[in-house]
């Protein structure tokens, strides 16, 4: 049974700091792109970062560019998202999710090319 589960979550200030942890389990996925998206009450899940398989790759939403980063680690079946310059449109829920596809350099952007999901990790940033 693949779980994937997300940490690392929780409320912080405006200009903080988050570094959420999204462990796999069930299945090794170091061949496979790796996502985090995220959903605000009342808004469209949407995908913020998003890295290759080998870390190679990767492809950020356009308002957390220089301020997100994603990472991997293949041998620990875990991928990462630093959250520097917080800011309260970053509140929502975060999920981490893989990709349907095997090996594929191309890194996509839509919920519907990813298979598993994780349960969500709150974040929370106030002012």
């Known amino acids: 049974q693949v779980r994937l589960v997300e940490s690392g979550g929780g409320l912080v200030q405006t200009g903080g700091s988050l570094r959420l942890s999204c462990a796999a389990s069930g299945r090794t996925f170091s061949s496979y792109a790796m996502a985090w998206f995220r959903q605000a009450p009342g808004l469209e899940r949407e995908i913020v970062a998003a890295?290759?398989?080998?870390?190679?790759?990767?492809y950020y939403l356009g308002s957390v560019k220089d301020r997100f980063t994603i990472s991997r680690d293949n041998a620990k079946n875990s991928v990462y998202l630093q959250m520097n310059s917080l800011k309260s449109e970053d509140t929502a829920v975060y999920y981490c999710?893989?990709?349907?596809?095997?090996?594929?350099?191309?890194?996509?952007?839509?919920?519907?090319?990813?298979?598993?999901w994780g349960q969500g990790t709150q974040v929370t940033v106030s002012s």
């Open positions: 890295i290759n398989w080998n870390g190679g790759r990767t």
């Open positions: 999710a893989v990709d349907r596809n095997r090996g594929s350099n191309y890194l996509p952007t839509s919920q519907g090319d990813y298979e598993y």
